[in-house]
Protein backbone atom coordinates (compact mmCIF):
# COMPACT_ATOMS: atom_id res chain seq x y z
CA UNK A 1 0.00 0.00 0.00
CA UNK A 2 1.49 3.52 -0.90
CA UNK A 3 1.55 5.81 1.70
CA UNK A 4 3.22 9.11 2.39
CA UNK A 5 2.89 9.82 6.15
CA UNK A 6 3.75 14.21 6.78
CA UNK A 7 4.99 15.21 10.29
CA UNK A 8 6.75 18.22 11.72
CA UNK A 9 4.78 20.89 11.71
CA UNK A 10 3.49 23.27 14.83
CA UNK A 11 3.49 26.58 15.91
CA UNK A 12 6.91 28.97 15.70
CA UNK A 13 7.41 32.25 15.87
CA UNK A 14 7.67 34.86 12.89
CA UNK A 15 11.47 34.30 11.49
CA UNK A 16 11.78 30.86 13.05
CA UNK A 17 12.23 27.31 11.58
CA UNK A 18 10.55 23.96 10.81
CA UNK A 19 11.83 20.81 9.71
CA UNK A 20 8.66 18.89 7.80
CA UNK A 21 9.06 15.08 6.81
CA UNK A 22 7.54 12.92 4.74
CA UNK A 23 7.91 9.61 4.93
CA UNK A 24 7.76 7.12 2.35
CA UNK A 25 6.02 3.22 2.22
CA UNK A 26 5.05 1.03 -0.46
CA UNK A 27 7.13 2.67 -2.82
CA UNK A 28 11.06 3.83 -3.47
CA UNK A 29 11.19 7.71 -3.61
CA UNK A 30 13.77 6.93 -6.56
CA UNK A 31 11.18 6.51 -9.09
CA UNK A 32 8.53 9.09 -8.10
CA UNK A 33 9.06 12.81 -7.56
CA UNK A 34 8.08 13.99 -3.79
CA UNK A 35 6.79 17.51 -3.60
CA UNK A 36 5.69 19.56 -0.69
CA UNK A 37 2.13 21.87 -1.39
CA UNK A 38 0.66 23.47 1.20
CA UNK A 39 -3.05 25.08 1.57
CA UNK A 40 -4.31 27.74 3.60
CA UNK A 41 -8.09 28.04 4.40
CA UNK A 42 -9.96 29.32 1.44
CA UNK A 43 -6.96 29.58 -0.68
CA UNK A 44 -6.29 26.57 -3.79
CA UNK A 45 -3.62 24.32 -2.97
CA UNK A 46 0.04 25.74 -3.82
CA UNK A 47 3.44 23.95 -4.71
CA UNK A 48 6.18 24.94 -2.92
CA UNK A 49 9.24 22.64 -3.76
CA UNK A 50 9.90 19.18 -5.16
CA UNK A 51 12.57 16.76 -5.41
CA UNK A 52 13.86 13.73 -7.68
CA UNK A 53 15.82 11.54 -5.29
CA UNK A 54 16.89 9.76 -8.21
CA UNK A 55 19.31 12.56 -9.68
CA UNK A 56 19.43 15.41 -6.76
CA UNK A 57 17.18 17.48 -9.06
CA UNK A 58 15.29 20.36 -7.08
CA UNK A 59 12.82 22.91 -7.51
CA UNK A 60 11.50 25.63 -5.83
CA UNK A 61 8.56 28.28 -6.32
CA UNK A 62 9.02 31.61 -6.27
CA UNK A 63 7.07 31.22 -2.42
CA UNK A 64 10.23 28.90 -1.15
CA UNK A 65 12.86 30.12 -2.72
CA UNK A 66 15.84 31.21 -0.83
CA UNK A 67 14.14 30.09 2.62
CA UNK A 68 13.20 26.64 2.20
CA UNK A 69 15.68 23.46 1.43
CA UNK A 70 14.18 20.40 -0.06
CA UNK A 71 16.48 16.95 0.71
CA UNK A 72 16.02 13.25 0.59
CA UNK A 73 17.44 10.06 2.74
CA UNK A 74 16.96 7.38 0.03
CA UNK A 75 18.20 4.89 3.08
CA UNK A 76 14.76 6.21 5.37
CA UNK A 77 12.62 6.87 2.12
CA UNK A 78 12.43 9.95 3.15
CA UNK A 79 11.95 13.72 1.82
CA UNK A 80 12.59 16.58 4.40
CA UNK A 81 11.73 20.52 3.99
CA UNK A 82 13.13 22.30 6.06
CA UNK A 83 11.62 25.65 6.21
CA UNK A 84 13.73 28.82 7.77
CA UNK A 85 12.59 32.63 8.06
CA UNK A 86 9.29 31.76 8.28
CA UNK A 87 6.83 34.39 7.45
CA UNK A 88 3.36 35.40 8.55
CA UNK A 89 1.62 34.42 5.39
CA UNK A 90 2.92 30.42 5.34
CA UNK A 91 0.92 29.19 7.81
CA UNK A 92 -0.93 26.40 5.99
CA UNK A 93 -1.31 22.84 6.02
CA UNK A 94 1.58 21.15 4.26
CA UNK A 95 0.83 18.38 2.05
CA UNK A 96 3.98 15.81 0.84
CA UNK A 97 3.00 14.16 -2.74
CA UNK A 98 4.35 11.21 -5.28
CA UNK A 99 4.47 11.78 -9.12
CA UNK A 100 5.34 8.76 -11.17
CA UNK A 101 6.36 6.32 -11.39
CA UNK A 102 9.85 7.60 -13.47
CA UNK A 103 8.47 9.89 -15.18
CA UNK A 104 7.31 13.36 -13.36
CA UNK A 105 7.76 17.48 -14.11
CA UNK A 106 10.43 18.77 -12.93
CA UNK A 107 10.06 22.62 -13.76
CA UNK A 108 6.33 22.93 -12.59
CA UNK A 109 4.06 22.03 -10.02
CA UNK A 110 0.54 21.33 -10.45
CA UNK A 111 -1.46 19.59 -8.08
CA UNK A 112 -2.69 17.18 -10.63
CA UNK A 113 0.37 15.72 -11.75
CA UNK A 114 0.42 13.86 -7.78
CA UNK A 115 -1.24 10.84 -7.55
CA UNK A 116 -0.50 10.14 -4.16
CA UNK A 117 -0.68 12.51 -0.85
CA UNK A 118 -0.20 12.40 2.54
CA UNK A 119 -2.94 13.59 5.06
CA UNK A 120 -0.93 17.22 5.90
CA UNK A 121 0.53 18.63 8.85
CA UNK A 122 -0.16 21.82 10.40
CA UNK A 123 2.22 25.30 10.27
CA UNK A 124 1.46 28.04 12.45
CA UNK A 125 3.36 31.32 12.90
CA UNK A 126 2.59 33.93 15.49
CA UNK A 127 4.02 37.35 14.78
Known amino acids: EVQLVESGGGLVQAGGSLRLSCVAS????????IGWFRQAPGTEREGVSC????????YYTASAKGRFTISSDDAKNTVYLQMDHLKPEDPAVYYC????????????????????WGQGTQVTVSS
Open 51 to 58: ISSADGST
Open 26 to 33: GFSIDDYA
Open 97 to 116: AAEGPLEWHMGVMKAEHYGY
